[in-house]
């Protein structure tokens, strides 16, 4: 799987991006998929991996601010940008390197209206490519010399936004060109929270108050006053969660998340996993905590390893979803 990165906001925190200037707003109003988007006027932010020649990425995005050269999407390997997409004139355009314009999109970009940004980006020096897609129409490709200087891999996906407007970001993924799945587009898709809603088969965990396990770990935003924790290796609770509730819709991946922390010293592990109607349970690998609160993802299943078959809204409304205590510090 090549998946680099996949994020909804729909814990309604900020997560998987470091922010080198501004502030995010939550905002619950204006969501393209599930409960939250981020508002990010006047930030500059970027999403870290392993460096790629070739990279994947879209955004939802709906901004008041159409045309300024300020407004960015960029690739960037540390700290030196690649290339970048723009919106002026309520359309796209595409640079290589700092200044050097390579495309024009025509589709025409509506102000305070969600659309799907797609890119593909390869670096090369002659066969390099810039293709970017609205809302799935191909409105600039071109190919050429995309690799400035030496530099030959990408490891940062970033974005510059100017401040007093709205910028709403939503339903982010990044693939890179590698592997058997997730290798090209990342395609139109809409992230989604199905959380906790009754304690599942079982509870080994430790309740910070009363009876009740799932009423302690459904909180959005998480909290940091309701909790399960464990001491002993192995131990895990497992949880019902919320109907699936849509139709017409194709379930292309599933994944647990949690917002977890060691509380002795760094180094402890915890692992998350589903239950399926079989009643067997996949887990994810180890997952090191940090002695602060932070996100933890579970391995992404794209087919039911029941089946081996596409996800349907059945089978999620069956699954229960689990966490358990790998190792303590």
Wanted: overall charge negative; glycine content about 10%; hydrophobic content about 35%.
């Amino acid at each position: 799987m090549t998946r680099l990165f996949t994020e909804g906001f729909e814990f309604g925190v900020f997560n998987g991006f470091i922010a080198t200037a501004g502030s995010p707003v939550r905002v619950s109003s204006t969501a393209r998929s599930g409960s939250y988007c981020f508002n990010v006027p006047g930030m500059t932010i970027y999403r870290e991996f392993s460096g790629v020649s070739e990279v994947y990425f879209r955004y939802g995005y709906n901004t008041s601010q159409i045309n300024s050269t300020n407004q960015r999407f960029q690739w960037l390997n540390g700290t030196t940008v690649l290339g970048h997409l723009r919106l002026e004139g309520e359309h796209i355009t595409a640079y290589t390197s700092g200044s050097t314009l390579i495309g024009t999109g025509s589709v025409f970009i509506p102000s305070s209206t969600w659309f799907l940004l797609e890119a593909y980006i390869k670096i090369d020096n002659s066969i390099g490519r810039i293709v970017v897609k609205i809302d799935g129409i191909t409105d600039i490709d071109f190919t050429g010399d995309t690799q400035p200087d030496a530099i030959t891999t990408i490891n940062r996906i970033g974005n510059s936004f100017p401040g007093a407007s709205t910028h709403y970001v939503d339903d982010i993924a990044i693939n890179n060109a590698l592997g058997e799945t997730d290798s090209g587009w990342c395609g139109d898709g809409h992230i989604i929270l199905l959380k906790p809603v009754s304690d599942g088969d079982v509870l080994q965990l430790i309740p910070s108050s009363g009876s009740s396990h799932w009423s302690l770990v459904d909180d959005i935003p998480p909290n940091i006053t309701d909790y399960v924790s464990g001491s002993t290796v192995g131990e895990y609770d497992l949880y019902h969660i919320s109907d699936f509730g849509l139709t017409g819709q194709t379930i292309s991946r599933i994944w647990t998340e949690s917002t977890s922390l060691d509380t002795v010293a760094e180094g402890g592990y915890i692992s998350l996993g589903i239950k399926r109607v079989s009643g067997s349970i996949s887990w994810s690998g180890s997952l090191v905590q940090l002695t602060s609160y932070s996100q933890s993802k579970g391995t992404e299943y794209l087919l039911n390893p029941d089946d081996g078959q596409p996800w349907e809204a059945s089978d999620l409304n069956s699954l229960q979803i689990a966490i358990k205590t790998e190792q303590i510090s």
